[in-house]
Every structure is written in structure tokens, then in C-alpha cells.
């Protein structure tokens, strides 16, 4: 039985379209890279970024120390002096200090309270070793200040003490 002539194939045509996907294949694997890239970078260093702000606060915080050595106060002038002496090795910036009377906040920048460091009302750097006077009038406070009124004082960094009022006679 006599078979028909057969064609030959054309195999090349079926190489183009292999090379054709490929190609396109690989475009596509650059384009996503180059657009991965990028974003896993500043991905990267954003957590670097707040790590580093993290391990920078718990230094700060390791170096404050601070003690609220004394709160008085005077029934006759109507003064609540608090005291306290920085024993850490961070300067300090007394404005940004939080003193709570009694839960109530007290802003000790504001106008009914001053603030010296070992005397000098004049600076605001409360540096190593140096005293911290806050004297708060009364009269800015809704809280009835007396014996065994609570004070709290809060630095930048979070540290904070705690003393209770004493009176002083007049």
C-alpha cells in the first residue's frame, strides 16, 4: 500500500512563540522586582528608623533619675513648693516637667507656677546634681491643697516620683 508524501514540519515556528513567552516572562519578573525593590527597602528602614528611636528613648530613660525631695505647703502665702534633685546624667528641660497635684494637672510654665534651678529662675537646663523648685499658687488649683495631698512629677522621658504634702506653719 503506497503511503502519501508527508510534509515536512515547521518547527521553527513553534521556537519563536517559546522565546516570545519567555521574553515576556521575564519583563514581567524585572517590572515586579523593580517595583518590590523599592518598597521592601523603605519598608526596611522605617523599622530600622523606629527601632533605633525606640533603643534611644530606653537609653534616655536609663540615664534619668530624679527625687522629689520635698512638697510643702504654706497655708499663709498659699504656696505649694515641690523639690527635686536630678541624679542622673541627662540634663533635663524644667518646663517640659508634668507636676499632677492630686491628680490635676499643673502646668509649670504657666502663669501660676515658677520654676528655679538651684535658685536661678532665669534658665530652664536642669542639669546633674542641680535642684528643681516648682512653687504653685494655690489659687491656680481646683484642688484644696493640705496635708497629704499627692504630688507626682513626670519627666520628658516618662520617669517620674511621687512625694506627699507636708504643711509648714507660717
Known amino acids: 500500500v503506497p503511503t502519501a508524501p508527508t510534509r515536512p514540519t515547521e518547527g521553527g515556528a513553534m521556537g519563536v512563540s517559546v522565546s516570545a513567552s519567555t521574553a ?3 519583563a514581567g519578573l524585572f ?3 523593580t517595583t518590590f525593590y523599592p518598597v521592601a527597602a523603605n519598608g526596611f528602614d522605617r523599622v530600622s528608623d ?6 534611644e528613648r530606653a537609653l534616655e530613660r536609663q540615664n ?7 512638697a510643702t505647703y504654706d497655708g499663709g502665702t498659699g ?3 515641690v523639690t527635686a534633685t536630678n541624679d542622673g546624667s541627662l540634663g533635663l528641660v524644667a518646663g517640659d516637667a508634668t ?10 510654665g504657666g502663669p501660676n507656677a515658677t520654676t528655679t534651678v538651684d535658685g536661678d529662675g532665669d534658665t530652664a537646663l536642669w542639669l546633674g546634681g542641680e535642684t528643681l523648685t516648682i512653687t504653685v499658687d494655690e489659687s491656680g488649683l481646683s484642688t484644696d ?3 497629704g495631698t499627692r504630688v507626682v512629677l513626670v519627666v520628658e522621658s516618662g520617669v517620674r516620683d511621687t512625694a506627699t504634702v507636708t504643711e ?3
Open 64 to 70: 534619668t533619675a530624679f527625687a522629689v525631695s520635698n
Open 168 to 170: 509648714v506653719s507660717a
Open 50 to 55: 523606629a527601632q533605633h528611636g525606640i533603643n
Open 79 to 81: 504656696n505649694l513648693t
Open 99 to 108: 507636676l499632677l497635684v492630686d491628680n490635676e494637672y499643673v502646668d509649670v
Open 24 to 26: 515576556i516572562i521575564v
Open 31 to 33: 517590572f515586579a522586582f
Open 145 to 147: 491643697v493640705g496635708a
